[in-house]
């Protein structure tokens, strides 16, 4: 956990804390992302353990459970944040629209990953304004 409470503030300790979520987001959107999780939490694909050929009912809780993942890491790296539940709210809402719209098409895996590591910019953004504390 970053303690943003005793570092000074300053574009290095920014550039600390958007490398702290990049890591954390690595890890939670790939090394801690199973195979399972990553086909069921999209509608649109089959899953392999039916045979009825129609997409997962559970689809929307395995996505919500993949940006729970992505909220806790969030939080985790900025837990000494007062408002560090909140930025990690914001992950999971965010995680969970950015990655349905992938699902569905309308965005590349590349605008994907651009748009995560967006919110890891506002961030980091809101914590060095002062927004977030």
């Not at 090394?31 to 997409?55: H, Y």
């Not at 997962?56 to 539940?85: D, P």
């Not at 990655?99 to 748009?115: H, I, M, Y």
Request: aromatic share 16%; charged share 15%.
């Amino acid at each position: 956990m970053l303690n943003f409470l005793e570092q000074p503030s300053g574009l290095g300790n920014a550039f600390i804390a958007f490398f702290a979520l990049a890591i954390g987001h690595a890890f939670a959107d790939f090394a801690w992302q199973s195979e399972f999780m990553a086909v069921n939490k999209n509608k649109n694909l089959v899953p392999k353990d039916t045979d009825d050929g129609k997409p997962s009912s559970m689809w929307m809780h395995v996505l919500a459970a993949h940006c729970l993942v992505h909220a806790g890491a969030v939080w985790m790296i900025l837990g000494s944040l007062k408002l560090a539940w909140a930025v990690a709210l914001f992950e999971f809402i965010a995680h969970w629209f950015i990655d349905l719209n992938k699902c569905e098409g309308r965005t590349s895996f590349n605008q994907d990953q651009a748009l995560h590591y967006a919110c890891k910019v506002l961030y980091v953004v809101a914590i060095f304004l002062g927004w977030v504390h």
